[in-house]
């Protein structure tokens, strides 16, 4: 199981942590009618226990101690630290009557689950062709002057438009019979036996997701090589 990340490392934020997951908690839990009724009181008192046991020995070490006392403190830091964690993952992260606020307010890191936009380049990638054997061609391609296959940030990958032709391809919209997504550096593409000996035309587009819809950069320059 993942660890959560909600509950802080430094023991005396742990200590505030645990303590106002308790208290609210037990606030949830009492009424009439009570907010949540999904969590056992006996699962509260045991977490109350390990909270107990913990703060006592914590206390202890806050003034000059001695070497075994310090262990225990530790020791029972883990227990209560995995007190916690399992107490939260079962009664709190998951459970359809904990609010975002509710987990807000024990300290329960709420994911966000909107994706940013991200914002695509202007023009498209730096790019270079290698023969890479028979009938094959790898594209090498960069953000700007960056290193091989470095990309702009939020961007996973380059759309690589191609195809093979007598004369250079022209025009605002460039008209390539093929495609292919790329996301690793080189990437390979292999020709048919009949085009050895010709050129191959390239162009790439940066790609990236936008509100769920596909966002694009410019055209890169163009490129050619000889399908060896």
Known sequence: MAKNKSVPRAEAAFDVHLRNLLSYTEMKCSGTPPAWTHIPPQARSALGGHYTAWHTAYEVTL??????QRAEKNRL?????RAERDFINIYLR?????????????????PDTTRTPVDVPEAGPVFI??????RRLGINYQFGQGRKGSKPPGIRGARIYYGVFDEMPDGEEMKFPAS???????????FRESDRGKRAWFALKWEAERGGEKGESGWSELGSEIIP
Do not use: M, Y
């Not at 998951?94 to 890191?109: A, S, Y």
């Not at 292919?180 to 292999?190: F, L």
């Open 63 to 68: 003034v000059p101690c001695t070497s075994p």
């Open 94 to 110: 998951f459970h359809p009557d904990v609010t975002e606020d509710d987990k807000r307010n024990v300290g329960v890191i709420v």
């Open 180 to 190: 292919v997504w790329a996301t690793r550096c080189p990437h390979s593409i292999t």
């Open 129 to 134: 062709i290698v023969q890479l054997g028979p």
């Open 77 to 81: 830091h883990k227990v209560a630290d």
